[in-house]
């Protein structure tokens, strides 16, 4: 297993999902109450046809239908028209889950929810934005409750930049989570904006991300969720799939994907692995015009898509061979770091050459944005695993 397509609100949305089963780009699909409704409504099919389609695309697909809690309880959370119909909003008419009582009814009505898919558990969750503190036992209480009605349930966590880098104290809580002996984790970024790529600027973040999914991947398969190209760095940290997509709204999980439309803007994008980076299509001529061999290699030997269909199949290609090779590189982080760092060293040489000629849209922003914070995030997590 190695990409996961996150649920979009977009007409079209199943039909490309299928498109990317079937040939054999992405391994399966995380589905959620915010995107698919219940019960079909417009152009949009029920979760139970979706899930119909899906495996008649492709018998082994994994689906997975994350319960989204965390969107649900958050503040300025607007967009119900489809997550309201699913059964989910507690049966006392309002959005809590204040005591045990309220606790044990939700993780009830969505398990049984997913059972009723066919689909494996997965637990809810709320986002944390401190690894200690009321919504930290909060986040507990839920997972061991979780745990209680099946241990076999997939686990999920949620967090904002601020748990990420909470040091000791992140160590200390991750300590606790590993102790649910979960069989997987979801663990989600919560970012603070919907752009991608993501403002990667806090290196302890990302560090704090990285050591995250280290130790839970010790004892658990890890899905690094909505992380898209930052997502191979997880998997050098152990993650066993990541989670993207073809808008914003997959690739990251922010306030804005529980608000408004939701599902994120989508532009025509030319994926270059060796960079690390997709550029919008008139970077990458004027990229292809300076350099035109150089420019072949960065896209992984493609041509500049000039469509969607192109753009999407580009994309999941690049992106899981990155992911596939990391993975393939050994089972844990101490194999897989030092293939990523291969992979750094010979993306940063490329980097530098690509800055040299002067194209405009490829400067040191972009340099920053797309590769520089990620590296450094990553060297920090690597140094303090001494890896």
């Not at 607007?78 to 993780?107: F, M, Q």
């Amino acid at each position: 297993m190695s990409l996961l397509v996150h649920d979009g609100r977009r007409n079209g949305h199943l039909l490309w999902c299928r498109e990317a089963l079937g040939s054999k780009r992405v391994d399966g699909i995380i589905l959620n109450p915010f995107c698919t409704p219940w019960v079909a409504r417009d152009r949009n099919p029920s979760v139970a046809d979706a899930i119909a389609a899906l495996r008649a695309t492709r018998p082994d697909v994994m689906i997975l239908v994350d319960p989204t809690t965390h969107g649900a309880v958050l503040p300025g959370t607007t967009l119900w028209d489809n997550y309201g119909s699913w059964g989910l909003l507690w049966p006392r008419g309002e959005i809590s889950l204040d005591g045990p009582a309220r606790i044990a009814e939700h993780v009830a009505a969505v398990f049984d929810m997913q059972q009723s898919l066919d689909v494996p558990l997965v637990a809810p969750t709320v986002e944390l934005d401190r690894p200690n503190g009321a919504q930290a036992e909060l986040a507990l209480e839920i997972a061991h409750e979780a745990r209680r009605l099946n241990r076999q349930c997939t686990q999920a966590l949620v967090a904002r930049r601020s748990f990420w880098t909470a040091g000791p104290d992140l160590d200390a809580f991750v300590g606790e989570l590993a102790q649910l002996r979960a069989t997987r984790w979801l663990v989600t970024p919560m970012r603070d904006q919907q752009g991608y790529p993501p403002d990667l600027t806090d290196y302890d973040a990302t560090a704090g991300w990285l050591r995250t999914i280290h130790s839970l991947s010790l004892r658990s398969a890890v899905i690094a969720a909505h992380s898209d190209w930052v997502g191979v760095l997880a998997a050098s940290a152990g993650a066993n799939a990541v989670g993207t997509g073809w808008d914003q709204g997959q690739r990251i999980c922010s306030p804005a994907s529980f608000r408004g439309g939701g599902g994120g803007s989508y532009r025509l994008y030319s994926p270059h692995p060796g960079l690390l980076a997709r550029f919008a299509s008139e970077v990458a001529e004027a990229i292809q015009d300076v350099t035109p061999e150089f420019a072949y290699a960065m896209r992984g030997n493609n041509a500049i898509p000039s469509n969607e269909t192109d753009h999407r199949a580009q994309h999941f290609e690049s992106l899981g061979d990155l992911v596939h090779q990391i993975v393939e590189s050994g089972p844990g982080a101490r194999q897989r770091v030092p293939a990523m760092r291969h992979v750094l060293e010979g993306a940063e040489i490329s980097w530098r050459h690509v800055l040299s000629l002067g194209i405009l849209g490829v400067g040191n922003a972009e340099f920053g944005g797309w590769f520089a914070n990620a590296k450094a995030g990553f060297d920090r997590y690597a140094r303090a695993e001494r890896l």
